[in-house]
Nanobody, 123 residues
Framework: QVQLVESGGGLVQAGGSLRLSCAAS??????????VGWYRQAPGKQRELVAA???????NYADSVKGRFTISRDNAKNTVYLHMNSLQPEDTAVYYC???????????????WGQGTQVTVSS
């Protein structure tokens, strides 16, 4: 089993920044052995992939966040971060992290999800 706990969400003005954390525990596999994704879901919209990092360290980003968001990994803390800059109201959503133990980008079908953290960007 893998337990994931997100933190770092909150209310921020447009143009501001936040750093989300996804801490993993309970797994034989350290977080740097897994693929980790950050998804978000806004009210009335489908959950979408925002950023991901594979076991090998390859990162990818949704077009809407490229150049503004950065995903990074702290192996010592078994934590993955999502650094969000230049936030816009359209970034408002609940942000979730998930993992794939095979090391690839986790899909929506991943069985391991955190509880989510709310990000609200005011205009």
């Amino acid at each position: 089993q893998v337990q994931l706990v997100e933190s770092g969400g909150g209310l921020v003005q447009a143009g501001g920044s936040l750093r989300l954390s996804c801490a993993a525990s309970g797994s034989f596999f350290p977080i740097n052995a897994m693929g980790v994704g950050w998804y978000r879901q806004a009210p009335g919209k489908q959950r979408e992939l925002v950023a991901a990092i594979t076991r090998g360290g390859t990162t990818n980003y949704a077009d809407s966040v490229k150049g503004r968001f950065t995903i990074s990994r702290d192996n010592a803390k078994n934590t993955v971060y999502l650094h969000m800059n230049s936030l816009q109201p359209e970034d408002t959503a609940v942000y979730y992290c998930n993992v794939d133990r095979s090391g690839v980008v986790p899909s929506l079908r991943s069985q391991y999800w955190g509880q989510g953290t709310q990000v609200t960007v005011s205009s």
